[in-house]
């Protein structure tokens, strides 16, 4: 079982950053792929990035690739999302996840677990 927990989110303006936070509970946190996922009002949950459990390899979706980088810290159980040149079309709630694979992946299928979620809003 992992719990996730997230933080850092916030109101920003347009072109502006911010740097969020996973951390998870668990002992095997290092053998999970690690993703983080949007839902703005009205609209369906997106996959927004996702990173290996070792190694680092990452996936972007279109939108964000050039202004988000995601990273994870195996050593405190906790993966980063930072957002930089922020848009307002980025105002949504964004999620953490957990997979049950050491593989990347955009699938929101294969994520186990999910965190409660931080709101991002950014001001135009």
């Known amino acids: 079982q992992v719990q996730l927990v997230e933080s850092g989110g916030g109101l920003v303006q347009a072109g502006g950053s911010l740097r969020l936070s996973c951390a998870a509970s668990?002992?095997?946190?290092?053998?999970?792929?690690m993703g983080w996922f949007r839902q703005a009002p009205g609209k369906e949950r997106e996959f927004v990035t996702g990173?290996?459990?070792?190694?680092?390899?990452?996936l972007y979706a279109d939108s964000v690739k050039g202004r988000f980088t995601v990273s994870r810290d195996n050593a405190k159980n906790t993966v980063y999302l930072q957002m930089n040149r922020l848009k307002a079309e980025d105002t949504a709630v964004y999620y953490c996840?957990?997979?049950?694979?050491?593989?990347?992946?955009?699938?929101?299928?294969?994520?186990?677990?999910w965190g409660q979620g931080t709101q991002v809003t950014v001001s135009s």
């Open positions: 996840a957990a997979a049950s694979t050491p593989w990347r992946t955009s699938d929101s299928g294969k994520y186990d677990y």
């Open positions: 668990g002992r095997t946190f290092s053998s999970y792929a």
């Open positions: 990173i290996s459990a070792i190694g680092g390899l990452t």
